[in-house]
């Protein structure tokens, strides 16, 4: 028990070279090629965040290397592990949730609200040819002498 004189075998090497700046995290899973692209329509396009997008020193002011090699990593992982963690939680109890507000929805829709559109919508003709008879025959010559009562009145405005 002494001074050891020799170096441990158990070294974190951390480069600069082997900084991951892209979106996929640090830790490797096992990939298959033709794997799907789970957002074709790129409705989360705005969840692909790194480290550069949240964290960035200016020229001027800089951390120790290793600290920001540290500090994207930590970010990476943690990232990476709690999202798994919590999509392994709550991903299952979430989908089914939506899937029975789905269902409700549907049978709403389906069920209630387009037989309502389309009763109201066979009923309008008829409403707009009885409405369109009121108008004519009640409103229309209401506005129509009146226009006429008042078109004879004539406005001089005189500057004093």
Request: proline letters at 6%.
């Amino acid at each position: 028990m002494g001074l050891e004189k020799e170096k441990s075998d158990a070294r974190i090497f951390m480069d600069l070279e082997d900084l991951n700046p892209s979106s996929i995290p640090m830790i490797t899973e096992k990939t298959y090629n033709n794997s799907p692209n789970r957002d074709p329509q790129n409705l989360n396009g705005q969840l692909k965040v790194n480290f550069e997008d949240v964290i960035a020193e200016p020229e001027t002011t800089h951390s120790f290397d290793k600290v920001w090699i540290c500090s994207t990593a930590i970010f990476e992982i943690s990232k990476y592990v709690v999202y798994k963690v919590l999509t392994l939680l709550l991903a299952i109890p979430l989908v089914f949730i939506l899937g029975i507000l789905f269902a409700i929805g549907s049978c709403l829709h389906i069920w209630i609200i387009m037989p309502i559109v389309k009763t109201f919508l066979m009923l309008l003709p008829s409403v707009r040819a009885i409405w369109k008879g009121v108008m004519d025959s009640l409103v229309a010559p209401l506005y129509a002498s009146m226009g006429l009562c008042f078109s004879s009145v004539k406005v001089h405005l005189d500057k004093n």
